[in-house]
């Protein structure tokens, strides 16, 4: 099984403390995406890693929010001080990224619940 | 303007029913087409790849006019089972994948 993953799959945290999230993509793509979903909303686009390239921080929220990742492996999003607001699924998706066909492969998701 | 855009619905369909869903982009620079599916607290998934001249897979139908710059999706003969949230996905030339909000379809019985 050789998707991506993500973890933890569910995380419940205080106002105010920091998270850590945690992505490993598919052997092989170069490509690596963060996206957040609120209940109920469309996926909302976050940063993407393309290789070596500098990674496009657009999406980001906030300074509290970011984003690394080692190489063509795992990545990590941190939020900082996390509010209320943060509360959504934080999904990550990789793609091979080169050329014309970049199908997106998801991972489960993980559910961020800030109190 | 965003860049991908569509009508977010929701589309109540009687089971059997045909139904459509457009899409639309504003990059005209724009490559590669995908429709994907999102069920309920699911993570999307691809349904299907779009082909300037126009793919089938089944009862489903997509279609790309670039001078027009919008892609369509028909389902024929619905099914219940195909309730869920429709996601236009167009990627760029830097390679960079952009998702439209999506269309939610309710299939009725």
């Known amino acids: 099984g050789a998707g991506v993953s993500q973890s933890p799959s569910n995380k419940v945290t205080e106002k105010g403390k920091d998270v850590e999230l945690r992505c490993d993509p598919i052997?092989?793509?170069?490509?690596l995406y963060w996206y957040r979903q609120r209940l109920g909303q469309g996926l909302e686009f976050l940063i993407y890693f393309q290789g070596n390239s500098a990674p496009d921080k657009s999406g980001l929220p906030s300074d509290r929010f970011s984003a690394e990742r080692t190489g063509e492996s795992v990545s990590t999003l941190t939020i900082q001080r996390t509010q209320q607001e943060d509360s959504a699924v934080y999904l990550c998706?990789?793609?091979?990224?080169?050329?014309?066909?970049?199908?997106?492969?998801f991972g489960p998701g993980t559910r961020l619940t800030v109190l | 303007r965003k860049e991908v855009e569509q009508d977010p619905g929701p589309f109540n369909v009687p089971e059997g029913a045909t139904v459509a869903f457009n899409c639309t982009y504003s990059?005209?620079?724009?490559?590669?087409f995908f429709w994907y599916r999102q069920d309920c607290r699911k993570e999307p998934k691809l349904l299907m790849s779009?082909?300037?001249s126009g793919n089938e897979d089944g009862r489903f139908t997509a279609q790309l006019n670039r001078a027009s710059q919008y892609i369509s999706l028909l389902i024929r003969d619905s099914k219940l089972s195909d309730s869920a949230t429709y996601l236009c996905v167009v990627s760029r030339r830097d390679d960079k994948i952009i998702f439209g909000k999506g269309t939610r379809l309710h299939i009725l019985p």
């Open positions: 052997s092989g793509h170069t490509a």
């Open positions: 990059n005209s620079a724009s490559q590669s």
């Open positions: 998706a990789s793609s091979l990224g080169a050329g014309s066909y970049n199908e997106q492969f």
């Open positions: 779009v082909y300037s």
